[in-house]
């Protein structure tokens, strides 16, 4: 005998228990214990260790989720942002926002298991940045003989840079500047 449809009050609940356990992760992170247990975790989340186990395997995948999460909410709003914006003015909007960024969720970058570069091509394809520049170039303000798919990883590999925490990366006008300095070298 088939299965009835999972009711939708059940999957509001198991939305809400996702929700409560990424918010606890966050605060266990940002409360300086980057090494919780699930245990703590799903204490701190109010929620079983059965229904904690459903969601994620173990810690590590929900720091990914954590780091996926900040991403989506942050990145559709910054690029969309950024897309009226002359060239110049979005690049320097970018370096604002990557530095700001990282600073309010050092927490999360700091108590990661993978390295920066590898959270960030988890978390983040070049894709975003690939259309910002194609854009670009189709109204005429990017005239770089570079092509967009390599400028879109140096950008991205920049913006790294300044999130990795080390002495002046995370400095929003030097970040700025380098990326006006490769992406308008070309402009009109």
Same mark, same amino acid.
């Given at each position: ?18 929700? #409560? ?11 300086? *214990? $980057? ?5 703590? &975790? @799903? *204490? +701190?989340?109010?929620?079983? *260790? ?6 994620? #395997? ?5 720091? %990914?989720? &954590?780091? #996926? ?12 942002? /950024? ?21 309010? !969720?050092? !927490?999360?970058?700091? =108590? !990661? !298991? ?11 394809? +070049? ?5 910002? /520049? @194609? %854009? ?8 770089? $003989?570079? +092509? +967009? ?10 913006? &790294?840079?300044?999130? %990795? =925490?080390?002495? =002046?990366?995370? %400095? ?17």
């Amino acid at each position: 005998m088939d299965q009835p449809p999972t009711p939708p009050a059940r999957r509001a609940d198991s939305r809400r228990s996702r929700r #409560a356990i990424l918010t606890a992760a966050e605060r266990l992170l940002r409360d300086g *214990r $980057p090494r919780f247990t699930m245990i703590e &975790l @799903a *204490r +701190d989340a109010g929620v079983t *260790r059965a229904t904690l186990y459903r969601h994620f #395997a173990d810690r590590e995948e929900v720091l %990914d989720a &954590l780091a #996926a999460a900040i991403a989506d909410a942050v990145l559709p709003a910054l690029f969309e942002a /950024l897309a009226p914006l002359p060239l110049e003015e979005a690049l320097t909007r970018l370096a604002r926002e990557v530095v700001d960024v990282g600073a309010a !969720h050092a !927490h999360v970058i700091g =108590g !990661h !298991h993978r390295r920066l570069g590898d959270l960030a091509g988890f978390v983040v394809s +070049d894709e975003p940045f690939t259309a910002f /520049l @194609a %854009d670009r170039r189709r109204r005429g303000e990017l005239t770089s $003989p570079l +092509d +967009d798919r390599w400028l879109a990883r140096c950008i991205r590999a920049l913006c &790294l840079l300044a999130l %990795d =925490g080390q002495e =002046g990366t995370g %400095d929003a006008a030097a970040l700025s500047s380098t990326l006006r300095a490769l992406v308008c070298s070309g402009l009109k």
